[in-house]
């Protein structure tokens, strides 16, 4: 049974990494809340996944010229440095720390989406307004 759930898992987690969003956003929690991973494993299957996802992603959207390669070797540099400082002090840190370091992390994203999309809407309204 746990079989099934695992490949659900990865069937949803795959869909959100193809729409550009990161599969771990959704992995992460799936694996520690449902499935009882632990947070340092769960982190460890995502970076695992995280590769092959990637690869395929970057190749679609490569052929549909959707990336700015200029502008993506400056962010992977820098990212590449902070992840591997990050990643240093993942393992130092405990999993419940991490797990609720995590959770408050996506709380932000989601707060900013929010505000992102009322701000969008209130925009919409104001041009309805005016025309």
């Known amino acids: 049974m746990d079989f099934l759930w695992y490949a659900l898992i990865a069937l949803f987690s795959g869909v959100v990494a193809g729409m550009g969003m990161g599969g771990g956003t959704l992995l992460l929690?799936?694996?520690?809340?449902?499935?009882?991973?632990?947070?340092?494993v769960a982190q460890g299957v995502n970076l695992t996944v995280f590769v092959p996802m990637a690869?395929?992603?970057i190749i679609i959207y490569t052929k549909q010229k959707l990336i700015d390669y200029k502008q993506g070797w400056y962010i992977a540099l820098a990212a590449s440095i902070v992840s591997a400082l990050g990643a240093?002090?993942?393992?130092?840190?405990?999993?419940k720390i991490l797990s609720i370091i995590y959770g408050v992390f996506i709380?932000?994203?989601g707060i900013a989406s929010l505000i992102q999309m009322i701000v969008q809407i209130v925009k919409k309204h104001k041009q309805k307004?005016?025309?």
């Open 88 to 95: 240093i002090l993942a393992v130092e840190v405990k999993g």
């Open 55 to 57: 690869v395929i992603v």
């Open 129 to 131: 307004k005016n025309t």
């Open 107 to 109: 709380g932000l994203i």
């Open 29 to 40: 929690p799936l694996l520690t809340l449902f499935m009882h991973t632990p947070q340092h």
